[in-house]
């Protein structure tokens, strides 16, 4: 098989994340949207192909993704299509689109209006029909038991957490979209409080936000004919493990690790890698997993811990890492996007500048 | 908004499962006292699957009871319980295999407090007075605090199982939407013109689709409440389940003088199909100033409340030609 085309996002935007956004979904989506083609210089009618991720339950309306395609405009008709999953699974088919040779430029959008809804009650719906969802088992009970059984193996304390959440929302005070940050955050402090699903406490759950992201992406010579400094692509790969909590290493990550192997991760230096890390406790088994240095920069933006706008955090990790590889401060870096619950499906996204 | 109510609904579904050869004998095992396991190699999984996890091959349907005991090897302490866990007090998710078991299940554990909880504890499986044949028909306590039951198994195996789905949402009405409202309740149609192309849109979204501009209360404008039929059609109402109507009724789109876009889901009732045609002229009879009320308000759906109005009425004006409205259909 041919080696795959060089696709680089040459643009990127995202709306701050939003504790409750007072309008609706399609006008978070259209700034980005707008925004990303002001930028590049482009018309809607320049973009080839467009799809979305996001998903209707979060915010409890039916056929909210096909309202959403307002966003981008719906007349003329679009070719566009729709993943039920978080953008950067977005991200990941319009790159296999591209593939395929026929056309140059897509348009990759994440959003969510997470607020009408309770995730807790939401989240259960996802699992097996049978076994959990009717316990209404949610993804902070799912990750409690998997932070537990970290700590337990001796992998981990609640300290750990502690410090990861601190050393986030320090980062997070800096990041203008961020839904919280705190210059100030200590670890000690985060330990008094109280737990929510032992051992983790409410500030070990990233808040959930409304808000939308986006990037556009081009192959090879467009791209470097409207992007002055194309971001690539080096790889992007995505694996899934048993939707059976009990079939699962809890405290492993098999498909993050196969992913990374894929994309043969441990090839060169990474600058800086954003996780989608909604439970504290999740930075230390990807830390790990990954082999990431103590050079690499994590989550400096904050990460979800700071701000979660579901559907758009992963695709948000990828922009993230891609504007501090556009502005020079890194060179080479990892974007991960986490989806079903404790880390059961992972996507890694390498990114590098022009050398 | 203040003067206009939130959005407070529930989407609910009442899921029936059909349950298949291996998770039907599992329910049904929980509905008649006892735990069940399906051998797979040299394993035992429970709850069972109908296939290897490892290699994807189809199980045979080789049953073991498992438990009423087991060992937890994993959990958590649910400190704030929603409302759709098994438990309205504390409790503990956790992972338990059972006696004979080799791989774990997730359910509740109800201890007293997180101090009775700890990994490699033994918990044994209680079953609700009342069962269904669904996975909530059971419950862990520690072993020591279990109570000796006596169970009377039920008649057919289980085949289905119900899942009542609700979510709950709650939203604010947007404050273009609300503008929108208040208009009506004072008898007034309020839409938005784009300022880009011009055109006015009732209701409007916040927003001008074709432009891709978003718009403020500089943009809003009164369009008259008499309008032109642009479609309709009779709908003959389906008895699905929660399907409240029984008589046909018309549905249609109205232009306003004034809107670019036409006004559709209006429900027609006082006026029959024989009666009715597109570029038909009709005025929004107001219920009185004071008697107007919106009813379940929506941030997308429901166009105009029918608690505002009282009829739709034909002005006897001369048709408006059909080839006038092509661009205003739906």
Not at chain 1, 204 to 224: C, M, T
Not at chain 1, 269 to 291: F, K, N, Q, Y
Not at chain 2, 121 to 138: C, K, L, Y
């Amino acid at each position: 098989m041919a080696a795959p085309d060089d696709i680089a996002i040459i643009g990127v935007a995202q709306t701050p994340a939003h504790d409750c956004y007072d309008n609706t979904e399609p006008t978070l989506l259209m700034a980005v949207v707008n925004q990303l083609l002001s930028e590049a210089g482009l018309e809607r009618s320049d973009v080839d192909f467009t799809i979305a991720g996001s998903c209707d339950y979060l915010s409890g309306m039916p056929f909210a993704f096909v309202a959403n395609v307002d966003g981008v405009g719906a007349w003329p008709p679009v070719y566009e299509s729709h993943v039920e999953m978080d953008g950067a699974w977005a991200l990941f088919e319009a790159w296999l689109r591209l593939q395929l040779g026929d056309i140059d430029i897509a348009l990759v959008l994440g959003s969510g209006k997470s607020s009408p809804t309770d995730s807790r009650q939401v989240f259960p719906l996802q699992g097996d029909p049978y076994f959990t969802a009717p316990l209404g088992f949610d993804p902070v009970s799912y990750a409690g038991i998997q932070a537990r059984a970290l700590i337990e193996a001796d992998l981990a304390t609640e300290a750990d957490f502690a410090a990861v959440v601190a050393r986030s929302l320090a980062d997070g005070a800096t990041n203008p979209n961020a839904l919280r940050g705190d210059p100030n955050a200590n670890a000690a402090a985060l330990l008094a409080e109280p737990h929510l699903s032992a051992p983790l406490r409410h500030h070990d759950v990233s808040p959930k936000a409304d808000g939308a992201a986006g990037v556009l992406i081009a192959r090879g010579e467009r791209a470097r004919q409207l992007c002055a400094d194309p971001v690539w692509i080096r790889g992007i790969d995505h694996r899934i493990e048993s939707h059976h909590p009990g079939l699962r290493d809890l405290v492993d990550a098999p498909s993050v690790r196969l992913a990374a192997d894929r994309l043969d991760l441990a090839a060169g230096a990474l600058d800086v890698a954003e996780l989608h890390v909604t439970h504290s406790h999740e930075e230390t088994i990807l830390r790990r997993v990954l082999g990431l240095a103590d050079t690499t920069a994590v989550n400096p933006s904050g990460g979800p811990l700071c701000g979660d706008p579901v559907m758009a955090t992963g695709l948000i990790r990828v922009i993230e890492v891609a504007q501090r590889i556009a502005d020079g401060s890194a060179g080479r870096g990892l974007a991960h996007a986490s989806s079903g619950a404790a880390l059961q499906q992972n996507l890694l996204c390498v990114l590098e500048g022009d050398s | 908004m203040g003067d206009i109510p939130a959005v407070d609904s529930t989407l609910a579904y009442p899921y029936t499962r059909t349950t298949g050869p291996v998770i039907g004998p599992f329910l049904t095992g929980l509905r008649d006292g006892s735990l069940i396991g399906i051998r797979c190699g040299e394993q035992v999984l429970c709850p069972p699957l109908e296939f290897d996890p490892a290699t994807g091959a189809e199980l045979a349907p080789d049953f073991v009871e498992v438990g009423p005991g087991g060992e937890v090897v994993g959990w958590t302490w649910v400190g704030e319980p929603t409302e759709k866990h098994p438990c309205a007090d504390p409790f503990a998710f956790a992972l338990i295999r059972l006696d004979g078991a080799d791989t774990p299940m997730v359910h509740a554990v109800e201890a007293d407090s997180i101090d009775e909880m700890v990994t490699g504890m033994r918990v044994q499986v209680q079953f609700r007075p009342e069962r269904h044949g669904a996975v909530t028909d059971v419950f862990f306590v520690p072993e020591a605090r279990a109570e000796h039951q006596s169970v009377v198994p039920g008649d057919e195996a289980v085949t289905i199982t119900e899942h009542f789905i609700g979510v709950r949402m709650r939203e604010e009405i947007h404050p273009f939407r609300a503008r929108y409202y208040r208009a009506l309740l004072d008898g007034r149609f309020l839409g938005q013109r784009s300022p880009a192309d011009g055109k006015v849109y009732v209701p409007s979204r916040g927003y001008d689709p074709l432009n891709r501009v978003p718009m403020t209360d500089a943009d809003d404008v009164e369009v008259s409440d008499t309008g032109t039929v642009t479609s309709f059609t009779q709908i003959t109402p389906v008895q699905y389940y929660g399907q409240e109507e029984t008589e046909p009724y018309i549905r249609c789109s109205i232009l306003l003088d004034g809107s670019d876009s036409p006004v559709s889901g209006i429900d027609i009732r006082d006026l029959t199909a024989d009666q009715f045609r597109v570029g038909m002229r009709l005025r929004c009879v107001w219920r009185p100033p004071g008697e107007r009320e919106l009813g379940d308000v929506s941030n997308r759906w429901g166009a105009i409340p029918e608690t505002v109005y009282e009829r739709w009425e034909p002005t006897g004006e001369p048709d408006v030609a059909a080839d006038l409205l092509k661009d205003h259909n739906f």
